[in-house]
């Protein structure tokens, strides 16, 4: 059984910092990516880190200013978001595949997810 369980979330200013944190169980050395979801508006990509944590990608609205890393050995994966904007705001899920895909921003690659947790920027 695979669990995958966001921290980290909370209320920041805008220009702010939150590191989120996904602890893994039930699967190791998968590739993992982030989402997010703000309120009316549909899930979209945000980062995406490999079993090994050597490729990375991310959407552009956020390159830049957020960083993807994973500690295999804890089994847990982050997302170090800097310079915080507002439309930043929204629940932030994190999610893991079987397998790398060729194109990790879809979510229909993952097929394990989080409950979420909310990240909010005040302006």
């Known amino acids: 059984q695979v669990q995958l369980v966001e921290s980290g979330g909370g209320l920041v200013q805008a220009g702010g910092s939150l590191k989120l944190s996904c602890a893994a169980s039930?699967?190791?050395?998968?590739?993992y990516g982030w989402f997010r979801q703000a309120p009316g508006k549909e899930r979209e990509f945000v980062s995406a880190?490999?079993?090994?944590?050597?490729?990375?990608y991310y959407a552009d609205s956020v390159k830049g200013r957020f960083t993807t890393s994973r500690d295999n050995v804890k089994n847990t994966v982050y997302l170090q978001m800097n310079s915080l904007k507002p439309k930043d705001t929204a629940v932030y899920y994190c999610?893991?595949?079987?397998?790398?895909?060729?194109?990790?921003?879809?979510?229909?690659?993952?097929?394990?997810w989080g409950r979420g947790t909310q990240v909010t920027v005040s302006s």
């Open positions: 999610a893991t595949g079987s397998h790398w895909s060729s194109n990790p921003r879809s979510a229909a690659d993952y097929d394990y």
């Open positions: 039930g699967r190791s050395f998968s590739p």
């Open positions: 880190i490999s079993g090994s944590g050597s490729s990375t």
